[in-house]
């Protein structure tokens, strides 16, 4: 229990394209989904909290219009990368927490984390 | 804000002696401390977590404990192996729908 799997895993693209990655909650339901940003060797940066049914919450200095969440379902997150630039290259992560009980989810504090998206922007 | 500690950076030990990580945290209110081993490329991955009405829990090798007074929480390894190599990150969070707070990571090298 408590898969989360995340899409694209290796994305390249050309400057000024938008990439959307997926994050999907596989065996239980996420009421909240959150999005990190990962450098190399450096901890995760939570970009974002995601809760189902309503506008993501950004931490600051995450520009919202630039970094789209879309929270449309209870097993699914998207974040779109707009206009991406080669500073927006890095490795993404998203986080899942179960809203109820699950087999194999250990509590609803846990968080639960996606393979990650390795973002290479040209 | 919760601001979340951690240490040592790096640490190198050898094949079955003991790794000790110490975090610090400074909101008092946090009550959920969730550890987490990431390998190189791959998804940080929930190794033992405690609640803040516990001070220690053990799972096999692995166990963390937690002093509310002095707000740090650590964790332990012991007859450390050579597949326990992996950055380690401690986090701290105030429960259920709250984000994580986490440390800055422990690079763990455990020489065969």
């Known amino acids: 229990g408590a898969v989360v799997s995340q899409h694209p895993s290796w994305v390249i693209c050309k400057s000024g394209t938008s990439v959307k990655i997926e994050c999907r909650s596989l065996d239980f339901q996420a009421t909240t989904m959150f999005w990190y940003r990962q450098f190399p060797k450096q901890s995760l940066m939570l970009m974002a909290t995601?809760?189902?049914?309503?506008?993501?919450?950004?931490e600051q200095g995450v520009e919202k219009d630039k970094f789209l969440i879309n929270h449309a379902s209870l097993t699914l997150s998207t974040l779109t990368v707009t206009s991406a630039h080669p500073e927006d290259s890095s490795f993404y992560i998203c986080s899942a927490r179960g809203g109820g009980r699950a087999p194999g989810l250990s509590s609803t504090d846990t968080q639960y984390f996606g393979p990650g998206t390795r973002l290479t922007v040209l | 804000g919760e601001n979340v500690e951690q240490h040592p950076s790096t640490l190198s030990v050898q094949e079955g002696d003991s790794a000790v990580i110490k975090c610090t945290y400074s909101d008092s209110a946090s009550n959920y401390f969730p550890w987490y081993k990431q390998e190189l490329g791959k998804r940080p991955q929930l190794i033992i977590d405690?609640?803040?009405?516990?001070g220690e829990k053990k799972d096999q090798r692995i166990a963390v404990t937690l002093n509310k007074t002095a707000k740090h929480f650590s964790l332990h390894i012991t007859e450390t192996q050579p597949e326990d190599s992996a950055v380690y990150f401690c986090a701290a969070s105030m429960g259920t729908g709250n984000q994580f707070y986490f440390g800055t990571g422990t690079s763990l090298t455990v020489i065969p």
């Open positions: 405690i609640r803040s009405n516990v």
């Open positions: 995601s809760n189902e049914g309503s506008k993501a919450t950004y």
